[in-house]
């Protein structure tokens, strides 16, 4: 068990570590503006990347006949139309996204983004596949590889490009490298096919994947489009600088749980086992949230001081406040991998509903004079709210979960947002960043008295054993 954790978790850790390192390199090596223009790169990719998800890589580890080679050419010939349609897409828009960020001269630099989702359509989903056996060794190497080329080849890129086209260059690398490696470490040949059944079931199991995508990147990015378009390139640059350090770990955390998780929770067949599995999974990601709480509030400052330096720590005053908004949407991931394995789709969606209502108020706010913090304590308003939903969903359409199992480890979660909320309202300028001790402290006890009281994770530990499919 362990050891396969160990293969998952180490994969995207150290995928995030480099990205981290190269957009640390590539902030360093050019002007806050630069950075904030390079920034809008990532949201671009982003926006035709998650509102056009259909989740067909969980699908092939969700369904009954996942292994089945014809599903996965049809799910592999649908990947690449889905790229080559977001290529044109971002092409079309690139003249547009330079309007919306008033950067007119970087038009032609947003539309050859296009060639990151068209390279991208061509990933085989081998690696997906094997990790219905367990087997996550592909998708460690192709987590960990592309972004260590992109790194590697970085001062070679900024040789030729000393300003922000210089993350295009990054991003076409690692695609490129990514989908490379996906066919190097596959078992099967590569075959692509159009079947319009396995079409018509993609769309019924992903359109509130799709919908959600959507969702999706107005909660990662909307706050970032906002202050990027009212409070301009520099604004953007410490508030993007912030956001990325903790959104890496987030995304390590949740895409980790979700790929150790999904299988087992799929494969989870006796009731019993599933409701063991599921609150498993409830408190997993309620003890990663007070995990990332906790690390920011002690690293974060410290981690800005020392690697960026004070051209960024004005960033510093906003971190722990971004930790809080992430971690209660890490911890929305337990019901929505919970409610994904009994193929309900759409309670992530509806989970987000609320998150994304509350965008337009926070463009008010900045409009109005409002500063980052106002803006990021309306994010985190509707991230609670959100969390209360998603729960309620699960355990309206899985009424055989044990409800009151979760409240201790609920309120313990709870406690340790709190702590950091102080902790955050301590910080009140860039000279901040060393964190206070009974701070520290009052939160490393809380984080562990919350442990001890997920007693179906302790026993999940306790026991070492994986549930496994049987094709």
């Known amino acids: 068990m362990f050891r396969s954790l160990l293969f998952i978790l180490s994969g995207n850790l150290t995928n995030a570590v480099l990205l981290m390192v190269r957009n640390i390199l590539i902030a360093r090596m050019m002007s806050l503006e630069d950075f904030g223009i390079a920034s809008t790169f990532m949201l671009a990719m982003l926006l035709v990347e998650m509102v056009s998800d259909l989740g067909l890589h969980q699908q092939i580890v969700q369904a009954r006949n996942g292994d089945d080679s014809r599903l996965q050419a049809a799910l592999q010939g649908f990947q690449f139309l889905r790229g080559l349609t977001n290529g044109i897409f971002l092409f079309l828009i690139g003249g547009w996204i330079a309007d919306f960020f008033d950067q007119e001269q970087a038009a032609w630099t947003y539309r050859l983004l296009a060639l990151v989702p068209a390279i991208n359509g061509l990933v085989h989903f081998d690696i997906y596949r094997k990790s219905r056996q367990l087997n996550y060794l592909p998708i460690l190497l192709t987590s960990a590889l592309p972004p260590l080329i992109s790194v590697l080849l970085l001062p070679g890129m900024v040789m030729l490009l000393p300003d922000y086209r210089v993350m295009l260059c990054a991003m076409v690398v690692q695609s490129t490298a990514w989908v490379i490696l996906s066919h190097l470490v596959a078992e ?113 400052g410290p981690f800005i001081h020392f690697a960026l330096g004070e051209r960024y720590a004005d960033a510093i005053p906003l971190l722990t406040w971004v930790a809080i908004m992430q971690a209660v949407r890490l911890m929305k991931g337990g019901s929505s991998a919970v409610a994904l394995s009994r193929a309900y789709t759409g309670n992530a969606m509806a989970a987000n509903l609320v998150r994304v209502a509350l965008l337009p108020v926070a463009w008010v706010v900045a409009v109005s004079g409002g500063d980052l913090r106002a803006v990021i304590w309306i994010g985190i308003a509707g991230e609670l709210v959100g969390l209360v939903v998603g729960l309620a969903l699960a355990f309206w359409r899985l009424p055989e979960l044990p409800k009151r199992a979760l409240v201790l480890p609920f309120l313990s979660s709870m406690a340790m947002m709190f702590i950091g909320a102080i902790h955050a309202i301590s910080q009140h300028n860039a000279q901040d960043w060393i964190p206070d001790p009974a701070i520290a402290g009052l939160l490393s006890l809380v984080f562990i008295a919350g442990l001890l009281t997920m007693r179906d994770l302790v026993d999940y530990i306790r026991r070492r054993q994986m549930v496994r499919h049987q094709d």
């Not at 990027?228 to 980790?256: D, I, N, Q």
């Not at 063991?276 to 906790?294: D, N, Q």
Request: glycine share 8%; with cysteine.
């Open 188 to 300: 099967r040949p590569y075959r692509m096919a159009l079947d319009r059944a396995i079409i018509r079931g993609s769309l019924r199991f992903g359109w509130p994947l799709l919908t959600n995508g959507l969702l999706m990147f107005l909660i990662f990015n909307g706050e970032r489009m906002i202050v990027g378009r009212e409070l301009g390139m520099t604004a953007l640059a410490l508030f993007g600088m912030a956001f990325s350090l903790v959104l890496s770990p987030t995304l390590v955390l949740a895409k980790s749980a979700m790929s150790f998780f999904l299988p087992q929770l799929s494969a989870s067949k006796e009731p019993s086992a599933f409701r063991h599995m599921s609150m498993t999974v409830f408190e997993v990601h309620f003890l990663l949230g007070s995990l990332l709480v906790l690390c920011v509030a002690l690293l974060g």
